[in-house]
């Protein structure tokens, strides 16, 4: 069974630069989660998706990032512009079940490491 | 609101010794806990999860962890640490009730293992 893909797995851009990552689930996965992990911290979740429909993107600074999951199966997360404190890996998890409940276990991506000079 | 404390940033053991990685979380139900592993330019990979039940949990790569409501606690634990157990450890805890899945990480622990 192919895992989560993510591309790219490296990006360097310049401060207000725009950006975009891209992620395919696990196949027959309904919920996508996109994570910022800042290096020294743990992953924190930015945005939850439950087939296209959003869950929950209360941690989304929504005046720069923004994110789409088309016809419910791949996901683009996009920022524009990009800050210096944006420099984190995006982790991108996908998990089965219609709920997204914490039962269902997350099966994360390789992430994709973003450095903004 | 839930939150996870790691209290190690980083411990070093040597190959054959036994670990064990804390975690304590503030939830005020019967909280969902996670171990994850993180390989360098790797994604997390579950370790095991409780959920209910038997407070003794057993995982992959002969990992186990330990849920004491008393001292809101779940601690991983490994008899025989091998040298390819080196990465980063995350605890986490998942909120219950609704519909929502999100996982509350902490900042993780790095082990290391000398030879």
């Known amino acids: 069974e192919a895992g989560v893909a993510q591309s790219p797995r490296y990006k360097i851009i310049e401060k207000r630069q725009s950006v975009a990552f891209w992620c395919n689930p696990i196949?027959?996965?309904?919920?996508l989660y996109w994570y910022q992990q800042i290096l020294g911290q743990g992953p924190k979740l930015l945005i939850q998706f439950q087939n296209n429909g959003v869950v929950d993107d209360s941690q989304l600074p929504k005046d720069r990032f923004s994110a789409e999951r088309l016809k419910g199966v791949d996901s683009t997360l996009k920022i524009q512009p990009a800050k210096l404190e944006d420099s984190a890996v995006y982790l991108c998890?996908?998990?089965f079940g219609g709920g997204g409940g914490p039962w269902y276990e997350q099966f994360f991506g390789p992430g994709t490491r973003l450095t903004v000079l | 609101a839930q939150s996870v404390t790691q209290p190690d940033i980083h411990i070093t053991v040597s190959e054959g010794a036994s670990l064990e990685l804390r975690c304590n979380y503030s939830y005020g139900a019967t909280p969902y806990l996670f171990w994850y592993v993180q390989s360098p330019g790797q994604g997390l990979q579950l370790l095991l999860k409780y959920f209910s039940g038997d407070t003794l949990v057993q995982g992959i790569k002969g990992f186990e962890a330990e849920f004491k409501r008393s001292q809101s606690s779940f601690n991983l634990r490994k008899p025989s640490v091998h040298w390819s157990d080196a990465a980063e450890y995350f605890c986490a805890v998942g909120a219950s009730g609704g519909s929502q899945g999100n996982l509350i990480f902490g900042k993780g622990t790095k082990l290391s293992v000398k030879p």
């Open positions: 998890a996908s998990s």
């Open positions: 196949s027959g996965h309904a919920t």
